[in-house]
């Protein structure tokens, strides 16, 4: 199994910029691919941005440009570099890892609030 912990987050200002890292643990040699979704209030979570074990990325139209993944494999986590950020970008933002190919691994969320 795979375990995630994510930290980061917080409120910031239209415009501002935010680092969310997720940190996994356990069966790391599984994982194919690592990702942020996000879920605002009302709408479905929906994938920000996903990074696979050869370095792929891709992400949500609505944040390319002003959002990038990365992985830190000393330290097996992923990161998270949101930009220029907007109030439609506030959402529970979660970690997700891809692990066999096949199993989900999620974790707890972490909330972004974009606000003057």
């Known amino acids: 199994q795979v375990q995630l912990v994510e930290s980061g987050g917080g409120l910031v200002q239209p415009g501002g910029s935010l680092r969310l890292s997720c940190a996994a643990s356990g069966s790391i040699f599984s994982i194919n691919a690592m990702g942020w979704y996000r879920q605002a209030p009302g709408k479905e979570r929906e994938l920000v941005a996903r990074i696979t074990s050869d370095d792929s990325t891709n992400y949500a139209d609505s944040v390319k440009g002003r959002f990038t993944i990365s992985r830190d494999n000393a330290k097996n986590t992923v990161n998270l570099q949101m930009n220029s950020l907007k109030p439609e970008d506030t959402a529970v933002y979660y970690c997700?890892?891809?692990?066999?190919?096949?199993?989900?691994?999620w974790g707890q969320g972490t909330q972004v609030t974009v606000s003057s």
């Open positions: 997700n890892a891809r692990y066999y190919s096949y199993f989900d691994s």
